[in-house]
C-alpha cells in the first residue's frame, strides 16, 4: 500500500485586501508605488483591482503546482481560514483534479497577520485504501512554561507564559487503510525580525529552536522516548531554517555559479540528532535539495530547503528507497537553476510573479506496514 504525502506553502491564500499600504510606503506594492495615489478611497479600488487581477493567475499556478504533486495527503501552510481554503479548491483545483480533497482540515493559529496551516485529504488513497481521521489536536496554546522551554535568550524578546509556536503545531491521528499514522504540520517562525537589522536567521534562531524542541517533546509525550523510534509519525511543514544551503554568485549576463554550503548550526538538528527524524530529501544530490530561493540582491542569493517531510525512524527505515520529488514549474523565471535541473514553467508564470508560490511543494511516497 502506497501513500503520497506532501508538504506545501502556498503563500498567502488570503480572502481580505491589505489596505496599509495607503499609510505606511513600506506596505505599499511596488507597482502602486509608481502612482500618486492620495485618496484612500482611490487606493482601496486600485489594490483591491490589482490584487484580484493577480491572483486569478497565481492561484492557476499553485493549483497546477499542487496537481502536479497529486498527493493524497496535502499539508498547507499560511492559509487564511477555512473559507479560502474551501474557494480555492471548488474554484482552482477542483478545475484541475476534480473531486480530490473532500477532507479539509484548519484550526486557527497564532500568527499575527492571520495566517494557519491546513491539512486536505482523499477519501482514499490511489490505491484504494481508506484515509480516516481519527482526532485532531492543536498545540497552538502550549507555552514555554508548560513544556519547561524558556531560556535566557528567549528572555530578551519574549515572556515564560508566551505560547511557543507563532503558528501552531497540529497534530492528526490518521488510519491509513486500517494502518496508523501520526502528523505533525507546522509553520516555524520566520527568519525576520523587525527588531534588528543584523542576521535575521541568527536573531530569530532561540524561538525556532524552542519550537523544535517543542515538537519533539510533543511526540516523545505521545509516544515515549522509546516509543518514538518505532511509530509511524511525519512532521511536515516550513521550517523557515536550514542545514545547508547553495550560494549563489554571479548574474545574468555572466552565468552564475553554485556552491554547497553546510550551515555550523540549525533549529533542525535538534530533530536529526541521534536519528530522532530524518529528512528524506537528504537522499537527492546535494545541489538539488532546494525548495526556495533567496536573494536580496546580487551580492546576497542562495538556494535551500525550507520545506520538509521528516519521516519517524520506522517510516525512514520502511521507505529507504523512497526518494521524494519537488515540484518546481511554478518558480518565478528569476530563480537561477543549476545545470541541469532545468523545467518547463508552467504558462504565464511570470520573472518574479505570477507564481504558484515563492516554495515549492514536497511530495514522497511511503508505505505503511
Request: hydrophobic content about 40%.
Amino acid at each position: 500500500m502506497s501513500l503520497r504525502l506532501a508538504t506545501f506553502n502556498i503563500e498567502n491564500l488570503m480572502t481580505r485586501f491589505d489596505y496599509t499600504g495607503f499609510r505606511n510606503q513600506t506596505r505599499r506594492d511596488r507597482a502602486m508605488q509608481l502612482y500618486d495615489v492620495r485618496d484612500e478611497a482611490a487606493y482601496q479600488a486600485l489594490e483591491s483591482a490589482r490584487m484580484l487581477a493577480l491572483t486569478d493567475d497565481t492561484r492557476q499556478l499553485t493549483a497546477l503546482a499542487i496537481a502536479d504533486a497529486d498527493a493524497d495527503i496535502l499539508c498547507l501552510q499560511e492559509v487564511d481560514n477555512m473559507a479560502a481554503l474551501q474557494a480555492f479548491e471548488y474554484g482552482y483545483l477542483y478545475r484541475m483534479m476534480g473531486n480530490g480533497y473532500r477532507q479539509k482540515f484548519l484550526i486557527e493559529g497564532n500568527d499575527s497577520r492571520g495566517i494557519d496551516v491546513a491539512v486536505v485529504m482523499r477519501e482514499e488513497t490511489q490505491d484504494g485504501e481508506k484515509i480516516e481521521l481519527v482526532d485532531i489536536t492543536s498545540h497552538a496554546a502550549v507555552t514555554y512554561r508548560y513544556l519547561g522551554l524558556f531560556t535566557p535568550e528567549l528572555a530578551l524578546n519574549n515572556r515564560i507564559d508566551d505560547k511557543i509556536f507563532k503558528r501552531d503545531c497540529l497534530e492528526l491521528e490518521l488510519r491509513i487503510g486500517g494502518k496508523p499514522l501520526t502528523l505533525f504540520v507546522t509553520h516555524l517562525k520566520s527568519m525576520t525580525n523587525g527588531r534588528e537589522n543584523g542576521d535575521g536567521r541568527m536573531g530569530t534562531m532561540p524561538v525556532r529552536r524552542a519550537e523544535v524542541q517543542a515538537i519533539r517533546r510533543i511526540i516523545e509525550n505521545r509516544f515515549g522516548v522509546e516509543g518514538a523510534r518505532s511509530a509511524s509519525f511525519a512532521i511536515c511543514g516550513d521550517m523557515n531554517d536550514y542545514q545547508e544551503r547553495v550560494v549563489i554568485s554571479g548574474n545574468r549576463r555572466l552565468g552564475h555559479s553554485f556552491t554547497p554550503v553546510t550551515q555550523e548550526t540549525s533549529a533542525l538538528d535538534i530533530l536529526s540528532e541521534d536519528d530522532f527524524a530524518v529528512n528524506p530529501v537528504l537522499r537527492r544530490d546535494v545541489m538539488d535539495r532546494w525548495t526556495l530561493y533567496h536573494s536580496r540582491g546580487p551580492q546576497e542569493q542562495h538556494l535551500c530547503q525550507l520545506d520538509y517531510i521528516w519521516l519517524s525512524k520506522r517510516l525512514a527505515e520502511m521507505n529507504a528507497e523512497s526518494v521524494p520529488d519537488i515540484i518546481r514549474a511554478g518558480q518565478p523565471f528569476r530563480t537561477p537553476f543549476p545545470a541541469g535541473q532545468e523545467v518547463d514553467r508552467y504558462p504565464r508564470t511570470g520573472w518574479d510573479r505570477p507564481k504558484a508560490s515563492d516554495h515549492c511543494p514536497v511530495v514522497m511516497s511511503l508505505d505503511l506496514h
